[in-house]
């Protein structure tokens, strides 16, 4: 496993629609683990493949339980969205920036898993905002362009004065 370098807001690839992966191979299974040690690395609770310059639909993300699982998702796809609620995001590829997003609250999901199985994932709450973060990057888009409203540096403040567990959940 290496750490990868998560690119920032005006790298191109970050706004690149990523491709479908067709085969599972080695060069996926070592970018899945990379991406894992690289989302841990920077206190972040989700990365998806063009963060690291692979324009490729794969994203990874916690389950936000307290045995720290992750999710693994490769051409994941959203089936079914329901309720909003807006909510604080952030982005390792945004730095210190955070701002107010609606998302929807309950999603199902879709995806293949690194054995190439179909999975099917029901989410709602801060696990579902943290894979429609990801989804989005997948598609070229960043939380700065669905975000209400951005957090002034005052209301960030107050944010630096949080613990770490509780900003870690806001980055993606
Ligand atoms: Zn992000």
């Known amino acids: 496993m290496a750490l990868r370098k998560i690119l920032n807001d005006n790298h191109s690839t970050l706004r690149t629609r990523a491709q479908e992966v067709k085969n599972i191979n080695s060069a996926v299974l070592n970018l899945i683990d990379d991406m894992i040690e690289?989302?841990?690395e920077a206190d972040g609770v989700g990365l998806a493949a063009n963060q690291v310059g692979v324009?490729?639909?794969?994203?990874?993300?916690?389950?936000?339980r307290e045995d720290g699982?992750?999710?693994?998702?490769?051409?994941?796809?959203?089936?079914?969205?329901?309720g909003e609620?807006?909510?604080?995001?952030g982005c390792l590829s945004v730095p210190g920036q955070y701002g107010e997003v609606?998302?929807?609250?309950?999603?199902?999901?879709?995806?293949?898993n690194r054995k190439g199985e179909k999975i099917r994932l029901e989410l709602e709450g801060l696990p579902a905002r943290i894979l429609?973060?990801?989804?989005?990057?997948?598609?070229?888009?960043?939380?700065v362009d669905k975000a209400?409203?951005?957090?002034?540096?005052?209301?960030?403040?107050?944010?630096e004065e949080k613990s770490d567990e509780e900003k870690s959940e806001e980055k993606s």
């Not at 989804?135 to 888009?141: F, P, Y």
């Open 69 to 82: 699982g992750v999710y693994e998702l490769i051409n994941p796809q959203c089936e079914k969205a329901e």
């Open 55 to 64: 324009p490729k639909r794969i994203l990874v993300a916690s389950d936000c």
């Open 38 to 40: 690289t989302m841990r």
């Open 132 to 143: 429609l973060h990801e989804m989005d990057h997948l598609d070229g888009v960043l939380f």
């Open 148 to 159: 209400v409203r951005m957090l002034d540096p005052e209301e960030l403040k107050s944010d």
């Open 102 to 112: 609606p998302r929807h609250q309950k999603i199902i999901v879709s995806a293949l």
């Open 85 to 89: 609620e807006v909510g604080v995001e």
